[in-house]
T-cell receptor
């Protein structure tokens, strides 16, 4: 089992719709969770961090964490073509404190 | 300011060359990281420096040699690389290193091509 799992996609949504990106993790001791956005050929850019169960909102982005289910998600409201990128879920492992990345979900927002 | 800078942006080198990648941050962070990223894969951790000391080496081949001259600077010295080492090399920094709630901020990367 991979430590951090994401559906590789592509996830295709129409402009203006809500994009829902999902991630599961295996280490129950994990306490910190991050979403990075990476455009093709560019470096990862931090979008959200979340540490507690529940929702955290920042503009059009909402991160959701459920530690009991070992699940973290990112919702993007009013999706724009400029949101088209790979979204990397990353988790700080409980044992090593290293940042572990999922393989990323490619999001394509269709105009 | 969450800026991490890296130079050069692009690098082409032969297998017998020696080159260096440079990374700099002015956020007062005390931890700096090197990652390697191949196409369509997530970043892979190579090295971690915390308070200018090497704290993690992820069994990286000795042809990659990291150096942390001070808390703001991180270098990666390259020697006798192989074509399979071609990748995007990412530098990141965080406040203190390997703490449970630390956020890592990434630089723009150096795109390396080994011929």
């Amino acid at each position: 089992q991979k430590e951090v799992e994401q559906n590789s996609g592509p996830l295709s949504v129409p402009e203006g719709a809500i994009a829902s990106l999902n991630c599961t993790y295996s280490d129950r001791g994990s306490q910190s969770f991050f979403w990075y956005r990476q455009y093709s050929g560019k470096s990862p850019e931090l979008i959200m961090s979340i540490y507690s169960n529940g929702d955290k909102e920042d503009g059009r982005f909402t991160a959701q964490l459920n530690k009991a289910s070992q699940y973290v998600s990112l919702l993007i409201r009013d999706s724009q073509p400029s949101d088209s990128a790979t979204y990397l879920c990353a988790v700080i492992g409980g044992a090593t404190n290293k940042l572990i990345f999922g393989t990323g979900t490619l999001l394509a927002v269709q105009p | 300011d969450t800026e991490v800078t890296q130079t050069p942006k692009h690098l082409v080198m032969g297998m017998t060359n020696k080159k260096s990648l440079k990374c700099e941050q002015h956020m007062g962070h005390r931890a700096m990281y090197w990652y390697k990223q191949k196409a369509k894969k997530p970043p892979e951790l190579m090295f971690v420096y915390s308070y200018e000391k090497l704290s993690i080496n992820e069994s990286v081949p000795s042809r990659f040699s990291p150096e942390c001259p001070n808390s703001s600077l991180l270098n990666l010295h390259l020697h006798a690389l192989q074509p399979e080492d071609s990748a995007l090399y990412l530098c990141a920094s965080s406040q203190a290193g390997l703490a449970r709630r630390e956020t890592q901020y990434f630089g723009p990367g150096t795109r390396l091509l080994v011929l």
